[in-house]
């Protein structure tokens, strides 16, 4: 998680270069500020930028980058910042506030589904401060849903469902879980856990499954699939879309469950390709044509293909490719128009104990 520190006085960059010291240091973490003082005093505090546009503009950039902001100042300048820019709880950047003296951090945007909570306490932790959390289910020491849907790797399909499940949870009412593959840890108390395939409607389903969409309150799709691809040069974002989701209803998965695209190297700056992988806001994953003849398998062979690229089959032998040793065809190659299409699935669970 990349993180933006924001400081607007002497005192709140002093703490800003604290915080980078004591937090972890996989983190990515960039210092600004937005100070009253030439820009001399400012080059007192090495390391922190100095931002001459509007902290609004400056908000904006953020929360495009999706970074994680930390405001060191008054709540209301992070409210009145973030404010034009808050569209939904599960794609909003987490946002926090800490007073310059240290004491206190506050999770204001993301609390669960964007870490800010977790975040808040780690700072919290560090600095000897106090965490401020507001949120009901952590107040009440009970399952939050869409913090465990973040820890697993699940993509939460249809946001009212969080609200559901979550109202249920506090309410003390019965509240079923049904899980598609293998699962470790203890379930929590407040759930009761039911058998897939389920019978009738159940609170939660952990499934790619389009099937399960109305089986469910709130479903929670593993992003386990990979999608490979090959493709003529020139084919269009329609026509590449028409086909893979195509393939997908084929196979009765949710476009949710995809984990990324995958082809050959040479297909890297295909325009058609990375278009789609921006719409659905995917990862394009390429690998070089000696990568994927040694990638281990049984896939469909074509001359042809072998001797216009330098490898015998590219969609089946990409999407494996990215999956790993554990991975498995579940859509052979599908050819149509000029692009072939397979489907691979990594072996995936879920963790109750938050591992």
């Not at 000897?128 to 009970?142: E, F, K, P, Q, R």
Request: aromatic content about 8%.
């Amino acid at each position: 998680m990349k993180i933006s520190i924001i400081s607007f006085t002497k005192r709140g960059m002093a703490l800003s270069l604290k915080l980078k010291e004591v937090l972890k240091e996989e983190r990515e973490i960039a210092l600004f500020t937005k100070h009253g003082a030439s820009i001399n005093k400012v080059s007192d505090y090495p390391g922190i930028i100095h931002i001459t546009e509007s902290l609004g503009q400056w908000t904006k950039g953020q929360f495009e980058a999706n970074s994680a902001l930390l405001f060191i100042g008054a709540c209301a300048i992070a409210v009145r910042a973030i404010a034009p820019f808050v569209k939904d709880k599960l794609s909003d950047p987490p946002v926090l506030v800490m007073d310059e003296a240290g004491r206190f951090v506050i999770p204001v945007l993301s609390g669960h589904y964007g870490g800010a909570n977790e975040l808040a306490e780690e700072i919290a932790e560090a600095l000897s401060a106090t965490a401020v959390i507001t949120t009901a289910t952590d107040v009440n020491g009970l399952f939050a849903v869409d913090v465990f849907a973040r820890k697993n790797n699940l993509a939460i399909c249809g946001r009212s469902g969080i609200e559901k499940v979550s109202s249920a949870v506090l309410n003390g009412e019965r509240v079923t879980v049904a899980v598609a593959e293998e699962y470790t840890g203890q379930v929590p108390k407040e759930l009761t856990f039911v058998s897939y395939p389920t019978e009738g409607k159940v609170s939660v389903v952990i499934s790619p499954f389009i099937e399960n969409s109305e089986r469910a309150d709130l479903q929670l799709c593993p992003k386990a699939y990979v999608i490979g691809v090959g493709c003529k040069r020139g084919k269009s974002f329609k026509e590449i879309e028409k086909i893979i989701n195509k393939q997908l209803e084929r196979a009765g998965l949710r476009i949710e469950a995809v984990a990324a695209l995958a082809s050959i190297d040479r297909k890297k700056e295909e325009a058609g390709l990375l278009q789609y992988a921006k719409e659905y806001k995917l990862p394009f994953l390429t690998f070089s044509g000696e990568l994927l003849s040694g990638t281990r398998g049984e896939f469909t062979s074509s001359s042809f293909v072998k001797e216009q690229v330098g490898v015998d089959n590219v969609c089946e032998r990409s999407a494996m490719a990215a999956c790993g040793e554990d991975g498995e065809i579940i859509l052979p190659k599908y050819a149509e128009n000029g692009i072939t299409i397979s489907i691979a699935k990594k072996k995936w669970s879920v963790a109750f104990d938050g591992t």
